[in-house]
């Protein structure tokens, strides 16, 4: 039994070794990647163009309760932390391994912003932590609203709408600021999964996103359960 023991901690050092050696050389390759990406094309150029664009929708524009409703679905310590969430990423990684899979990326909306503006869409060591440079990058150069204003203006919320402006459009025929507390949860739940979620093409999944997006804003006390149940039942 001690014997055993003594093995299952040597292999465990071991272990321990292999994973600090292949998260130093993907590092690495991550860096260089991420200087190689903005020095072809630098990350203030293209915000800039993103806050110059037609219809580009200010943080003060948008109805406090979408705003709520984003950061609870998709990374409810946005304000807190610097760039990467160590609890979701630590999470994500644990899924990962026990699936054999990158399913879970443990990705802020600091993050989201890297990939989408700046790196493809693979599923890569090297691109995630090339996009954890990018995103404390990010993080030092802009403020949290400008970072939130830049995820809602670009990111896709199925249908061919791109950015809350198109969004709210498209879907209910209304600026964003005119949005109902239902409109707000829906688009905010949206670019989870955009082809599928889609009110065009099957709003009873969208409604069923709805209910996961509220029961997040409960468990972030940001909404009451009453509150979730007269949002999700304001169009029947």
Known sequence: MILSMKLIKKLMSRLLIIIMIVIGFFSVKGYHMYKNTIKETPVTEILDN????????SYDELPQLYIDAVICAE?????????????????????????????????TITQQI???????QEKKLER??????????????????ELF??????????????????????????????LTEYESIMLAGLPNAPSNYSPNDNIELAEKRMSVVLDRMIKCKKITKEKAENIINENN
């Open 149 to 178: 204003e830049i995820y809602v203006n670009t990111i896709y919320f199925g249908s061919g709408y791109y950015g809350i402006y198109d969004a709210s459009q498209g879907y209910f025929g209304k600026t964003p600021s005119e």
């Open 114 to 120: 890297a990939k989408n503006l700046l790196f493809t």
């Open 50 to 57: 993103i806050k110059n664009k037609e219809n580009f929708v």
């Open 128 to 145: 995630k932590f090339a996009e954890i440079f990018a995103a404390f990058a990010l993080e030092k150069e802009y403020s949290k609203k």
């Open 75 to 107: 990374d409810k310590r946005f304000e807190s932390h610097f760039g990467i969430d160590l609890f979701a990423i630590s999470r994500a990684a644990w899924t990962d391994i026990k699936t054999f899979s990158f399913a879970e990326g443990g990705s």
